[in-house]
């Protein structure tokens, strides 16, 4: 169906290239079902979001920062593609730091990010290739957006209901989720208690 309102424009990706950006978006997705070299297993996965106030552009008619985001597991395990990104934003971590690491500590940081453009099922997409600090020369930008942080050990009612409605769509399937509205999983035991971002 053809949206006459201008609603069906193709969405603008973010340009390929280095951006200054700032991270100001951790979100636990939670406990899913994924498939890797052919097999299925339970994954926990987490959502980050960058700003890039250096590319605005016109939201309902306010100017503010192009965002692009990517899901990650939930792991700092040496082959985690997680681990780079947060090594590249802290500019190293040491196995002392990595056991008393804290990846809320990450919101409102400066960054490089590299972004390319990849197709996935035919569908094009901006993709967070890697992350490094910002060079020494360049000043550290103001953010744009309000910092957002959701974990299903805390669990704000507030924060949830203004995540996007695909991420919510998303979390629906998670073990956290359905163990919160009462289903029984066969992955899940009947005293599931979620785990928190704060520890890994």
């Known amino acids: 169906m053809i949206d006459f309102k201008g609603n069906d424009k193709p969405k603008e990706l973010v340009p390929q290239g280095a951006h200054v ?3 100001y978006s951790i979100v636990e997705l939670g406990t899913m079902e994924v498939e890797y070299a052919g ?3 339970m994954s926990r996965k987490i959502r980050l979001t960058w700003e890039l106030p250096e590319e605005m552009r016109e939201f309902d008619g306010e100017m503010k920062p192009m965002v692009v985001g990517k899901t990650f597991t939930a792991s700092l395990f040496e082959q985690a593609k997680l681990r ?3 090594v590249g934003m802290l500019g190293s971590l040491s196995e002392e730091e990595e056991a008393e690491f804290d990846i809320k500590s990450l919101l409102g940081r400066s960054c490089m990010l ?4 990849e197709e996935f099922n035919g569908r094009k997409y901006a993709n967070v290739a890697s992350c490094t600090q910002l ?3 360049v000043q550290a930008p103001k953010q ?3 910092s957002v942080y959701f974990d299903y050990a805390t669990f704000d009612q507030e924060v949830y209901e203004k995540l996007p409605q695909w991420m919510k769509d998303k979390m629906a399937e998670s073990q956290e989720m359905k163990a919160r509205r009462g289903f029984s999983e066969q992955e899940s035991s009947e005293n599931f208690s979620p785990p928190s971002l704060l520890n890994w």
């Open 114 to 117: 590299q972004v390319s453009h």
């Open 84 to 86: 780079p990104i947060v």
């Open 21 to 23: 950006a700032i991270l």
């Open 135 to 137: 060079p020494k020369s």
């Open 39 to 41: 097999e299925k297993k």
């Open 144 to 146: 744009v957006n309000t």
